[in-house]
């Protein structure tokens, strides 16, 4: 059983930065982050590996890095240029396997509220 415990949620201004931080009691191959906004599905938003590639979802792009640490078994997500639309929960997930969808994943975290105000 792996616990993630995730930060770095908050309210801010759309063009504004905000740096998620999730944290994992153990050792991961696969870390991502997912959201999901009010009446809509979870979606994907970034992926990276224990060797560092990564795969960002089109609507991130440019925008989203997401970066890990593995001494720390901790995956990061750089937001920059928030738009009203990034406006949801985010879940950190870590699992053995590498992909887009949720149901890969494992482990999931609590979720931490991003809210971005036009």
């Known amino acids: 059983q792996v616990q993630l415990v995730e930060s770095g949620g908050g309210l801010v201004q759309a063009g504004g930065s905000l740096r998620l931080s999730c944290a994992a009691s153990?050792?991961?191959?696969?870390m991502a982050w997912f959201r999901q906004a009010p009446g809509r599905e979870r979606e994907f938003v970034a992926a990276i590996t224990w060797v560092g590639g990564t795969a960002n979802a089109e609507s991130v792009k440019g925008r989203f890095t997401i970066s890990r640490d593995n001494a720390k078994n901790t995956v990061y997500l750089q937001m920059k240029g928030l738009k009203p639309e990034d406006t949801a929960v985010y879940y950190c997930?870590?699992?053995?396997?590498?992909?887009?969808?949720?149901?890969?994943?494992?482990?999931w975290g609590q979720g931490t509220q991003v809210t971005v105000s036009s």
């Open positions: 153990g050792r991961s191959f696969s």
């Open positions: 997930a870590v699992g053995p396997r590498w992909g887009t969808s949720p149901g890969l994943y494992d482990y």
